[in-house]
């Protein structure tokens, strides 16, 4: 288990407070319009007793049995009645559930337990989404009904903040105290936001809103090169000989390799943010503007003709291997995130890297790494660009226009 994991996640969603408003003990308004609700959660380290270990075990396990009973009757609902339940549905029934017993699911936090039906509607959500998504290829895998959650898997409960759950921060920056109902009051330290913006990139793979990087492979790089001789000992090679026949094979080959370890490359990527985040908030996709190719050298000779140009080229199969790549990479990172309950946010792409994150002014990029705000001087941008995509899916609490 990695060091900065702990083994009871306390995330509490709260919609009115941002993170340094709770870090420094005050309220203050988040003055921007959103069109995505505002729904924040956070990830702390706690420090519980010994006790409230015990508590939380039990805590996690009822909750563990509640989704899965309710996940029960849903399964027996279709199999039986061909009729589907809706969270609102099972929401009624938790009164009734409370009620018979008391001194088990009765203990705990009513609107915790809706947000464990909430978070089996939104893993049936995705469910159908499949389920309508295969209908069109007719073909293919067929998707995997929602399973029963083993409690060694079972490790989130969601509260709400001033519902079952209580924030008091402490005169410390670090430390804050938190309450949650069946469990008590725990000291705890925040250590890493539980959402992140993701911003793609050329000169690097990935770029968070916390300032981690995720470097371009170097495979990647490697392998363009040796495709890009192969395909110019191709294009020289005689047609129809064997020669050619065998570069072209080569060629093929080194094209599968990519694939297949970009492919590794992005389960192994999508597997740890999936782990360590929340909920997750990208670009909208959009192929054209990602990679940016070297400008055309327009031909003085002939009008509207361009010079060749050996970037351009090389630039085209970079873009190329990369844009492929950034599909696959969304497209796994949602179906992980679907399967384990997490939020992917897609945002318009619009302005990211050129706005500053703080004050939403125009900044100037006088290369590619670099952003200048006028206000607040030279930035990295793509973390510029993240914390941005961060803000723009209600996830932080920036200056930046969600509608820009
Ligand atoms: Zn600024």
Redesign the pocket.
Known sequence: MPAWKCQYRAVRSAGKWSRQAVASGAVTPINYTNPVPMRRAYKFRAYPTRPQEGRAVRLLADHCDLYNAALMERREAWQMRNKTISYQAQSAQLKDIRGADPDGQGRHSFTAQQQTLRRLATVFAAFFDRVKAAEGVGEGKKPGYPRFKPYQRFSQVRFVNGDGARWQPSGSHQWAYATFQAFGTVKVRQYRAVAVGVDVGVARFLTMSDGQVVANPRFLAASAEVIADLQRRKARARPGSGNRKRLRRALAREWRKVRDRRRDFHHKTTRTLVDSCDAIALEQLNTTGMTRSPAPAPDPGRPGGFLPNQAAAKAGLNKSILDAGWYQFRTILVGKAESAGRRVVLVNPAGTSIT?Y??G?RCVRPRQDTVI?P??GAMDADVNGARNIFTRAGLGSGQADATA
Do not use: F, K, S, V
Request: net charge negative; hydrophobic share 0%; charged share 15%.
């Open positions: 500053c703080q004050c002014q705000c206000e607040h």
